[in-house]
């Protein structure tokens, strides 16, 4: 019997589908069985720095996330403390100066572009997953989504696009595909993958709900 959450990790490019999978996933158990932790809201703080000086910094490049928070927080929550979990602000280019409290639950899913990159992370999953997506598809969402929800311009999608999401893609996200036990082709729609991940959740919440009632 273990009664230590169940870590999964979806990783995958940007507008791949990682958050759509995400909650797919969550629709099908109770709001109090798994745990979001979004490897974004993990960006380094910026506060300090101009707004202008945030726009150049390089948001697909691994040292832009401050993955030791991340990890402290993880290893807390599997040790079933609560933790402050920053908020991440995408038109302001930082974290606000809220936190949000969270508890822990059975399972914690945590989800980024890159949080199959880094070897201590990659240890404390239990189940990889990648979600791959055509990059021409990933575009055109991302394109949707940033002018849409982000607060961007069309001109400056695209040019961060060519010029950084693109080459850290290649350089730092697609390596990591070949760590993942699953590979999620096109994302939340794919209902076989969705079902096979929450059955292996399913098998693992089976086996101890004690600690959390
Ligand atoms: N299968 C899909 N069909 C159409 N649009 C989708 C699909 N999956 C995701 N999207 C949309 O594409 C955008 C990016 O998806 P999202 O899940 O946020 O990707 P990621 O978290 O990997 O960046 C969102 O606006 C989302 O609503
Ligand atoms: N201030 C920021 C911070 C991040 N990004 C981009 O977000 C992408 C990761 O988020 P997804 O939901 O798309 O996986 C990443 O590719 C960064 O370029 C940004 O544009 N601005």
């Known amino acids: 019997m273990s009664d230590k959450p169940v870590v999964i990790g979806v990783a995958g490019g940007s507008g791949s589908g990682k958050t759509s999978v995400t909650q797919s996933i969550c629709q099908r158990f109770q709001d109090k069985t798994i745990l979001v932790i979004e490897q974004d809201y993990y960006y380094k703080d910026q506060s300090h720095l101009p707004f202008e000086e945030r726009l150049n910094t390089n948001y697909d490049h691994p040292l832009a ?5 991340l990890i402290s927080h993880i290893h807390k929550l599997l040790n079933h403390e609560p933790v402050q979990k920053p908020v991440y602000d995408y038109k302001l280019y930082t974290r606000s100066n809220e936190v949000i409290k969270v508890e822990p ?24 997953t ?34 950084i999401v693109r080459p850290m893609h290649l350089q730092f996200v697609e390596p990591t595909k070949r760590y ?20 292996k959740i399913e098998q693992s919440l089976s086996r101890d709900t004690e600690k959390y009632q």
């Open 130 to 163: 990648f979600v791959d997506t055509d990059a021409d598809i990933r575009i055109i969402r991302r394109l949707s989504r940033d002018m849409k929800e982000r607060g961007r311009t069309l001109d400056s999608v695209i040019e961060q696009y060519e010029n």
């Open 65 to 69: 996330f401050d993955n030791d928070l």
């Open 105 to 128: 639950k059975q399972v914690i899913i945590l989800e980024g572009i890159l949080v199959l990159e880094d070897q201590r992370l990659v240890d404390l999953m239990d189940i990889k």
């Open 180 to 199: 993942a036990d699953i590979i999620i082709p096109e994302g939340g729609e794919n209902h076989v993958a969705i079902d096979i991940i929450a059955t």
